[in-house]
C-alpha cells in the first residue's frame, strides 16, 4: 500500500491519465487531418506506435521526477515538507478535463461537421468549378460503349498515349463478417468506373487484386502492372456509418496527386464511389461530360449487398480454378452468383461466371467422369444457354453481345450463325473476357484477331494465368509459337508458377522445334499438368519415337485414369487413325459432342485429329457454319500422315 500511495503522491496515476487523453485526441486530429494533407493510413499507424511507446517514459519521468517553485528536480532531492505534488496533482486534474472536453468536441466536429461537408480535395486534382462548368457544357461523347471490368481499349501509339492506373484492394480497417468482402467491391466500383472511359487504361481486377494484403513498395507494383498511377485507400464500417479515404498516386515518386476522406452512411456509398472516380479521372485530365459521368455510373453495381455476393461468389471462384477438379467448389460460387443476380439481374460477368459449372459438367461427362443424368446434362445445356443470353442481354457493347452470341451458338445445334457473331466480335479494340467461344476462333480462320484479342487482355489484366495460357494457344494456332515462349517466359518470370503456362510453353517448343536442345523436354511435366499422360509423350511422338511413346501411354494408364478426349489427341499424334476415329465417334455422340471435339481439334494442334466423316454431328456443325476443314497444323508429328 506504502507503493500505491507513493505513486499516487507523485501524481504518476494523473499523468498517465493525462497522456492517454492527450494522446486520444491527438490520433482523433491526425485520423482527419492527414488524409486531407495527402498523407497515407501508415502515418497513422506511426503515430499510434510513437505514443504508445512514449507512455513508459511518461511515467518513468512522473517517478522520478518533480515540478518544484525552482523548477524540475529529481524527487530525491526535493523536502518531502516543501513539496508542492497536491498542487501539481489539482493543476493536471484542469488539464485531464480540458483535454476531454476538447476530445469529446473533436468527435462531435467530426461526426457532425466533416460528414454534412463537400469532400476537401488536394493537390494537382483540385478543380475550379468554371472548368467543370465547361465539362459539362461539352457535347454529350456517344461514341465509346458502356463499360465495366471490360472496357473499350486501344492498342499501338494511342494506347501509349493514355494515362495508365491500377486501383489496389482498398484495405478494410474494420472486422465486421462481410467488412473485407465490402471493402473488395468498393474497390471494384471505382475500378469499373474507371474503366468506362476510354481515355484511360486500367489494370483489370485479377492483377490488381493480386497485391491484397502484400505490403510491397508503390513503385514496385507499378512497374509489375506497367502503370503509372496507383489508386489505394481504406474503408472503415460502423453499423450504418464509414469512413472511406483514397488517395490517387504518382508511381515514378510516390506523390500524391489527389486525396480525399468521406465521412457518410451506406445509402451515400455510391455517391462517393462514382466522387472518387470522377476526381481521380479529372485528375489525369479525363474531361468529363454528362455521357461519360453516365457510362461511369452504369459500370457499377450499385447495391451493397449484390456487390458483396459478387465478391464472396469471385473469391470462390477462384479459388474453384487453383485445384484439379473445380466443380468442386463451383456450385457455392453459383450460390453468391446467384444472390448477386437476383438483386441486379445486369451483373454481366456474373451471368457469364455462372456458366462455368454447367459447362465444366458438359466436359466432365465428356471424359468420362463424373455420374450425371441426362435430364442434368439437358438441364446444363439450358442453363448455359440461357446465362449467355442473358449475359447479350446485359452486354456493354455490340461487339461483346455477338461474342455471347456465338458462345450461345456453339452449344446448340446450329453453327450457321457463328461466323458472323465471330466477325463482329472482333471489330473492335475492347478488353472483354473470353472463353469457349475462343476455341473455334482459333481453329477455324480468326487465329490472328483472336490472338490480338488476348494481347489485349494480357494488357489489361498481365497477372492472369489464364489469359496467357490462352493466349498462348492463340498465338500458337496464329502461327507465333516465338512469341508464345516469349510471352510465356515474361509471365513465368513476373507472376510465379503456373502449371498451365507452362503447358503452353512446352507444347510451342515442339511447334519451333526448340525441344531438340532442351533436356526438360522429356521431364514427366509439372504438378497440376492439364496433360494426363508424360508430356515427354509428345517429345517423342516429335521424335517419331513411337514405340517409347506408346510405352509412355500404356505406363500411365495402368497408373491412372486417362479420359477419352486424351487418348484420341495421343493415338492421333501417334499415327493411329482408327482409333482417333473411333474415339471421335464416341465422343461426337455424347452431349454438346460438337463442342467437345473443337476443344480437341484445339488442344491438340496437330491439324485435323480425326477424319470429318467419322463424326455426324460435329460434320453437320462444320458444314453449316462453313469453316475449313481440315484446320492448319501448327505442330508437325511426324507419324500423323494425314
Known amino acids: 500500500m506504502s507503493f500505491f500511495n507513493e505513486l499516487k503522491r507523485r501524481n504518476v496515476f494523473r499523468v498517465g491519465i493525462a497522456y492517454t487523453v492527450a494522446a486520444w485526441l491527438l490520433l482523433q486530429v491526425s485520423d482527419i487531418v492527414f488524409p486531407r494533407i495527402g498523407l497515407p493510413d501508415s502515418a497513422v499507424t506511426l503515430v499510434i506506435a510513437l505514443l504508445a511507446i512514449g507512455l513508459i517514459p511518461a511515467l518513468i519521468l512522473a517517478w522520478a521526477f518533480e515540478m518544484t517553485p525552482d523548477g524540475i528536480k529529481r524527487e530525491k532531492d526535493v523536502d518531502r515538507s516543501q513539496s508542492i505534488t497536491p498542487g501539481t496533482g489539482r493543476k493536471l486534474d484542469r488539464a485531464i478535463i480540458v483535454v476531454l472536453a476538447l476530445v469529446i468536441f473533436s468527435m462531435a466536429a467530426e461526426r457532425f461537421w466533416f460528414a454534412g461537408r463537400d469532400d476537401v480535395e488536394l493537390g494537382a486534382g483540385a478543380i475550379s468549378k468554371q472548368a467543370v462548368q465547361i465539362n459539362d457544357q461539352m457535347d454529350t461523347d456517344q461514341s465509346a460503349p458502356a463499360s465495366g471490368p471490360n472496357a473499350v481499349r486501344q ?80 474503408v472503415r464500417k460502423s453499423g450504418n456509418r464509414v469512413r472511406i479515404t483514397a488517395q490517387l498516386i504518382l508511381a515514378v515518386d510516390g506523390f500524391h496527386l489527389w486525396s480525399s476522406t468521406y465521412d457518410r452512411t451506406l445509402d451515400d456509398v455510391f455517391a462517393v ?206 502461327g507465333q509459337a516465338e512469341k508464345t515462349i516469349a510471352v510465356s517466359n515474361q509471365y513465368l518470370n513476373t507472376a510465379g508458377f503456373s502449371a498451365w503456362v507452362v503447358d503452353i510453353r512446352f507444347l510451342a517448343t515442339l511447334a519451333t522445334g526448340a525441344n531438340r536442345n532442351d533436356p526438360g523436354t522429356y521431364d514427366a511435366g509439372s504438378e497440376g499438368s492439364f496433360l494426363q499422360v508424360p508430356r515427354s509423350l509428345f517429345a517423342y511422338a516429335m521424335n517419331n519415337d513411337i514405340s517409347t511413346a506408346r510405352e509412355l501411354l500404356e505406363s500411365a494408364r495402368k497408373n491412372a485414369a486417362v479420359d477419352d478426349m486424351t487418348l484420341l489427341t495421343v493415338e492421333a499424334v501417334l499415327g493411329n487413325r482408327d482409333a482417333a476415329n473411333a474415339y471421335a465417334s464416341k465422343l461426337d455422340a455424347r452431349y454438346a459432342g460438337p463442342f467437345i471435339l473443337a476443344e480437341i481439334v484445339k488442344s491438340c494442334f496437330c491439324g485435323a485429329p480425326f477424319d470429318l466423316d467419322a463424326t455426324h454431328n460435329f460434320k453437320a456443325r462444320i458444314e453449316e457454319a462453313g469453316f475449313d476443314w481440315p484446320p492448319p497444323s501448327p505442330i508437325k508429328y511426324p507419324a500423323k500422315d494425314w
Open 273 to 478: 464511389q462514382e466522387d472518387i472516380a470522377s476526381n481521380i479521372a479529372q485528375t489525369l485530365d479525363v474531361v468529363l461530360n454528362d455521357g461519360k459521368r453516365e457510362k461511369m455510373k452504369r459500370a457499377g453495381i450499385g447495391n451493397v449487398e449484390a456487390f458483396i455476393a459478387y465478391q464472396k461468389g469471385l473469391e470462390m471462384m477462384e479459388r474453384a480454378h487453383s485445384i484439379s477438379e473445380p466443380i468442386d467448389l463451383l456450385p457455392e460460387a453459383n450460390q453468391y452468383f446467384d444472390q448477386a443476380l437476383a438483386i441486379v439481374p445486369a451483373i454481366v460477368d456474373a451471368q457469364l461466371e455462372r456458366t462455368d459449372l454447367f459447362g465444366h459438367m458438359i466436359y466432365d461427362n465428356a471424359r468420362g467422369k463424373g455420374d450425371y443424368t441426362p435430364a442434368q446434362l439437358e438441364s446444363a445445356l439450358e442453363e448455359i444457354r440461357g446465362g449467355l443470353l442473358l449475359a447479350a442481354r446485359y452486354a456493354r457493347s455490340d461487339a461483346q453481345r455477338a461474342y455471347f452470341e456465338a458462345e450461345r451458338a456453339l452449344f446448340s445445334d446450329n453453327w450457321s450463325g457463328i461466323p458472323v457473331a465471330l466477325d463482329r466480335a472482333f471489330q473492335t479494340n475492347e478488353c472483354y473476357s473470353v472463353n469457349w467461344a475462343a476455341t473455334l476462333a482459333g481453329i477455324f480462320g480468326w487465329a490472328t484477331q483472336i490472338s490480338d484479342h488476348y494481347e489485349r487482355l494480357i494488357r489489361c489484366d498481365p497477372l492472369s494465368g489464364i489469359n496467357v495460357a490462352m493466349g498462348g494457344q492463340a498465338l500458337l494456332w496464329a
Open 155 to 234: 492498342t499501338g501509339s494511342e494506347e501509349a498515349e493514355r494515362e495508365s492506373v491500377a486501383v489496389l484492394p482498398f484495405t478494410a480497417m474494420s472486422s465486421g463478417e462481410d467488412d473485407v468482402y465490402f471493402a473488395d467491391g468498393l474497390t471494384e466500383e471505382i475500378l469499373n468506373s474507371l474503366t468506362a472511359l476510354p481515355e484511360l487504361l486500367v489494370t483489370a481486377r485479377t492483377s490488381s487484386f493480386h497485391f491484397k494484403g502484400k505490403n510491397l513498395p508503390i513503385p514496385e507494383i507499378a512497374a509489375t502492372l506497367g502503370v503509372n498511377h496507383v489508386v489505394e485507400g481504406s
